[in-house]
């Protein structure tokens, strides 16, 4: 990326939509001038589902780039929000981001911890069976950020990465089947993970040790 990643759109929830199991609050549109960036996510949005909130995952980041791709693939427009993403990234690789990669966007410090691991929810709000594991499955699943350092943010604020790992696994990586020697090196690195990724990372070792 050779221009000054920015943000593109922050959206939050428009309104509660009726999901696969459960009411969802996936429906995001974009708002005007600045939102407030606290520990449990953008002002004004909600989680309703407790698998889909927490520190690990209180803001999703998604790339326009990406989104471009999915465009072209479905025939249609991914206006900001659509895959229910809070940030809206420009010249940013969101999905290749590195785990535990830090951004300052506006006055906030955010930190790329796991990829979205989108479920039913995902393929009933853009229409298409099964979309979610085609989704998945592609690696842009752009990524579940932790807040460090609260703030605000705003579209058109610039994005700086100010720090990352050099471990080298990436968002998709862990979105798309990581192998063993990603998770030994993700472990090595030292660098906090949130409890989901550091299981999954033991046990993919753990398995590779028992086959061995």
């Not at 990352?164 to 862990?174: A, E, F, K, Q, Y």
Request: charged share 25%; aromatic share 4%; hydrophobic share 40%.
């Amino acid at each position: 990326m050779t221009s000054q990643p920015r943000l593109v759109a922050v959206t939050v929830v428009h309104r509660v939509r009726r999901g696969y199991f459960h009411d969802t609050a996936i429906d995001k549109q974009p708002v005007e001038g600045p939102v407030r960036v606290t520990v449990n996510g953008l002002a004004g949005d909600r989680r309703l589902d407790p698998h889909h909130g927490g520190a690990d995952r209180a803001v999703y980041a998604y790339a326009a780039e990406d989104a471009s791709w999915w465009a072209a693939q479905l025939g249609r427009a991914i206006p900001a929000g659509l895959f229910g993403e809070n940030l809206r990234t420009e010249d940013l690789d969101v999905s290749g981001a590195a785990i535990g990669e830090q951004w300052r966007v506006g006055t906030a410090l955010l930190e790329v911890r796991m990829p979205r691991n989108p479920c039913q929810n995902l393929s009933m709000r853009i229409g298409i069976d099964h979309f979610h594991t085609r989704f998945n499955t592609t690696g842009l699943v752009g990524a579940m950020l932790k807040v460090r350092e609260p703030g605000v943010v705003s579209a058109g604020d610039p994005i700086t990465i100010v720090r990352r790992p050099g471990h080298g696994v990436r968002v998709c990586d862990l979105a798309t089947g990581p192998d063993a020697a990603q998770m030994r090196r993700l472990l090595e690195s030292g660098i906090p993970l949130a409890s989901t990724v550091r299981a999954k990372a033991h046990r993919i070792v753990r398995r590779s040790a028992a086959a061995a």
